[in-house]
């Protein structure tokens, strides 16, 4: 199938590199033109200048990008990715944003006789390099159905939540329940050391029943060490969580938890850890 992929951070890199190796002729863009330049170096395919240049003659066009703002530019822009595609295209959005924009390019698609769906994903960027994303979609059936083998080369699962929006709306459960997670084992091992005990061999024994989750099995060693220059980093983490406190002031949805572990985040942030992992709330109870 004939691709684009508009976007190649640390995300979208790898993911447009799955399409390439699944046999998919795939055109990246990026607005960093000698990152497009270093992908097709390493991957193949080919670049393009603009977004809508890019989109030319492409199926599928998929988007992972930085905030509402980007994406407003690179699919809607003067050269964006709309101005490119034809009739029967479909558009495929894997950056975390707001139910609003994907519901406002859910309509500028619909107006140009294009598909779109709203695909946020979980997973970090080892589940992008290791092809085992999550993949929350909204939009129709249709649009859906077409671009679901293709999503799948980079996700191992891929589910339609509804329609157009859906996608976003799920994203942000997931990033509520992470923040509420990452506190309380942040919590769970602070305690651990106050009270004496090995953190990791609490963990090894905790793991095996209710408490368990992908934070405790992935991020305990590296908390315990106060390690963090690494995974989905705390700037990222407040990006996404605006966007849920946000919704929830629309939707009247109490978040108590998820607005104390913002501020959480906003404490490191301005102890310098605007890049450290996520896991990093740790931090203010190590070191207080």
């Not at 640390?10 to 998919?24: D, E, I, K, T």
């Not at 670049?47 to 992972?64: H, L, Q, R, S, W």
């Not at 979980?122 to 909204?138: D, E």
Request: hydrophobic share 45%.
């Amino acid at each position: 199938m004939k691709t684009a992929f508009l976007g190649l951070g640390v995300m979208g890199y790898p993911m447009a590199g799955h399409l390439h190796r699944a046999g998919h002729d795939v055109t990246v863009y990026n607005r960093t033109g000698a990152k497009a330049a270093a992908w097709v170096a390493e991957y193949g395919g080919s670049t393009a200048a603009t977004p809508a240049e890019a989109a030319k003659g492409a199926e599928i066009v998929f988007v992972c990008v930085g905030n509402d703002d980007d994406l407003r530019q690179v699919v809607a822009g003067p050269d964006g990715a709309f101005a490119g595609m034809a009739k029967g295209a479909i558009l495929a959005d894997h950056t975390t944003a707001s139910a609003d924009i994907a519901r406002e390019l859910g309509a500028l698609a619909a107006g140009k006789g294009l598909g779109f769906l709203d695909a946020p994903v979980s997973g970090g960027q080892a589940g992008a390099v290791n092809g085992k994303l999550t993949i929350m979609v909204g939009g129709d059936d249709a649009a859906f159905a077409k671009a679901e083998p293709v999503m799948a080369h980079y996700g191992r699962a891929v589910t339609l939540m509804g329609p157009v929006g859906s996608g976003q709306l799920t994203k942000m459960v997931n990033q509520i329940c992470i923040a509420g997670l990452v506190q309380a084992l942040s919590e769970g091992l602070n305690f651990a050391k106050h009270a004496g005990l090995d953190p990791n061999k609490v963990v090894e024994v905790i793991s095996k029943g209710a408490a368990q989750s992908w934070q405790m099995e992935n991020r305990v060693a590296t908390m315990a060490e106060g390690k963090f220059e690494f995974g989905f980093a705390v700037d990222w983490m407040r990006k996404d969580l605006s966007i849920c406190l946000e919704e929830a002031k629309r939707n009247k949805a109490a978040l108590p938890v998820t607005s104390l572990v913002d501020q959480f985040y906003g404490r490191v942030q301005a102890r310098g850890g605007n890049r450290w992992d996520t896991s990093s709330l740790i931090d203010l109870l190590q070191r207080p």
